[in-house]
DNA sequence: GTGTCCGATGACAACGTTGTCAAAGCCATT
DNA sequence: AATGGCTTTGACAACGTTGTCATCGGACAC
């Protein structure tokens, strides 16, 4: 009601009550021991103030510290595998009243270490962190600590954490081999920046394929350290000025498979040229043709992400977890286009 | 290096330096007038306890209770719009050191309450919400308690505050003439839920543009009440139905527009049937036809955003400030197919 | 009337930090 | 040797809250 400048506190509630600071801690906490009519007048008292609990100061009063925070970094939180991800987590943690930190790293390690510090500075209860290092060893001290780290979409390395990730190797096999199947000998392969695992692991699984069916891949026809659609569908058009362009192409992140459809369609290639993307994504299912993919659950990711932290918060203390999901082939379309010669 | 227990606090790094604990905070601080033998003394007990800085008993002690937080409520952090809006946001937060933390509303009244509750409790510096609820009078006494507010993409009601919103009427008035100017004149419009001021708007528009020349929208085209793509698809495949189905389609929302497309799709309709989306979303182009769409600049939108909250945390006292952005019409293709018959 | 018990209430310290202020140490000056 | 000024350092209180414990007053039994 009134002007007031900044929050009232406890000690004005207690005063505009009659009552002490303590009593009215114990009415805003719903705690048993304070008579009825007290009760009224404090809660009166709250109302007329405007009162508001100050979880922070509560929380450095009550034991451990719990921030009822935790941090999720990742790779962009635009991007729509990232934003489904913590969409995912946000369900799982409203359940027990926590909030969510969010950021994106954008794949850069400087900022990784930077708002890992941040976190702990803010005392986050627990951490979700897709990486952009290549080591994490520089966690160690605070998972010491105590603050459970989950990682998701890449594992840890150089340190001992709870993980849930895809069998990169494996989908790539399984796109690639669908690819290989149809009779595609000049297979692109598009991927990420070299130091991120399942870049390594999907340009593995490439490989893998090509190597159980004792075919050679074509070396010029592989590129690494691709970043963002624009690399990609740059890439493609510089591989279809080939003497002899790909027939098809597996890319090897979400992104890059649009960047790659982009290319094909700005050359009429889009019928002609077979691809297979790994990573699902809105739409894919609307493009023409239908965008074969590599799916990776994201809903169910989130999850068992979420759960994995939730337990850890909750006093789990078994040796870190790894959980591996697999991915499934979504056949649309796109990937089932004949080799053109 | 130690098994610890639990953070270290400036105590333990006091007795381990052997100097008192403001001496340490000096240190920690990087305030001036320590020895510098003694400075190197205390950091390396930092170092050696992995002493981190409590941002939240800091910010306590420090007067004003500053958090360096904010809060998003968007509608649904794993939609593009709110997520490319939310990302936008956190490039302009990052600048300042200030932190994000995001929910979504899923146009659910009641959780823009409690979360605006969680998030005063937590005294996040400032708020941008994209609200869930019709009236937001429940604010005032926030906002009266000096907790800036910035509504986004939908003007606040009930209470003064910031908004940065989109010319919506304007939109879709440009969107339907667009339509209507190549003849068609029977044209579903489909839209959110009714007690959504940009849904309302919308259809608004969609009115306004018949009356301009006019035209008498058929009633049993419009379609409002919406809630996500699966509504779209099935609203627009019941009036695909009808004696005398629309020729064109005008989509209020991003994902009605999405749901609406695999309707028409489905029907091998994609060809026949125009349409045209308010809210421009990735890949949209590549669509077949590709998408035309009334784009509303996100990017601009979530920096406009950020900067108002910005300039009222740093203290800004103007009057509350009503941003509105023009849309543009973005002629692709599947607004651009004259009417069956 | 005395003793006991119980519910209600408040004083106080503490969570981890920092602002204020005073004390201590040092050097130079008189 | 005493004085002044300077830098360095620490004791203490405070931010807003809550756990611990003591106190108070009344109801009850004897």
Redesign the interface.
């Known amino acids: 009601m009134t002007?007031?400048?900044?929050?009232a506190t406890m000690r004005d509630v207690a005063a505009l009550a009659g009552v002490s600071i303590k009593t009215v801690s114990r009415v805003v906490n719903d705690e048993p021991g304070v008579a009825e009519q007290v009760r009224m007048r404090v809660q009166d008292a709250v109302d007329r103030l405007?009162y508001?609990?100050?979880?922070?100061?509560s929380?450095?009063r009550r034991g451990?510290?719990r921030?009822g925070?935790i941090g999720a970094l990742l790779q962009?939180?635009?991007?729509?595998f990232s934003?489904?991800l913590?969409?995912?987590l946000?369900d799982a943690a409203?359940a027990r009243?926590t909030?969510?930190?969010?950021?994106?790293l954008d794949e850069e390690p400087e900022r990784e270490r930077t708002l890992v510090?941040?976190l702990?500075?803010?005392?986050v209860d627990g951490l979700v962190l897709m990486p952009s290092t290549d080591r994490q060893d520089y966690l160690s001290?605070?998972v010491?600590?105590?603050m459970p780290v989950v990682f998701v979409d890449r594992e840890p390395r150089g340190i001992a954490a709870d993980s849930v990730t895809v069998e990169n190797v494996e989908g790539a096999v399984m796109g690639t081999e669908h690819l290989l199947a149809q009779g595609h000998r000049r297979i692109a392969c598009l991927t990420d920046l070299p130091d991120i695992s399942t870049a390594q692991q999907r340009l593995q699984g490439f490989v893998d394929a090509h190597r159980a069916r004792g075919v050679h891949p074509d070396e010029r026809l592989t590129v690494t350290g691709l970043r963002g659609p624009a690399a990609g569908e740059a890439a493609v058009s510089r591989l279809l000025d080939l003497d002899r362009p790909p027939t098809a192409i597996f890319a090897g992140r979400n992104d890059l498979a649009?960047g790659a459809?982009?290319a094909l369609?700005r050359r009429g290639l889009g019928d002609s040229v077979a691809i297979v993307g790994f990573d699902d994504?809105?739409?894919a299912d609307?493009?023409?043709p239908p965008l074969t993919v590599i799916r990776q659950d994201v809903v169910r990711i989130g999850r068992l992400t979420a759960d994995l932290l939730v337990a850890r918060l909750d006093g789990d203390e078994r040796p870190p977890q790894r959980i591996v999901v697999e991915p499934t082939l979504v056949v649309r379309g796109s990937g089932e286009i004949p080799p053109s010669d």
């Not at 508001?52 to 100061?57: I, P, S, T, V, Y």
């Not at 962009?76 to 729509?80: A, E, F, L, Q, T």
């Open positions: 002007e007031r400048v900044g929050r405007d508001r609990h100050h979880l922070a100061a929380n450095l451990g510290g921030s925070l962009d939180v635009g991007n729509s934003a489904a913590l969409r995912s946000e409203r009243g909030a969510i930190l969010s950021a994106s510090h941040d702990v500075t803010r005392r001290s605070e010491r600590a105590g649009q459809v982009r369609r994504f809105p739409l609307l493009l023409t």
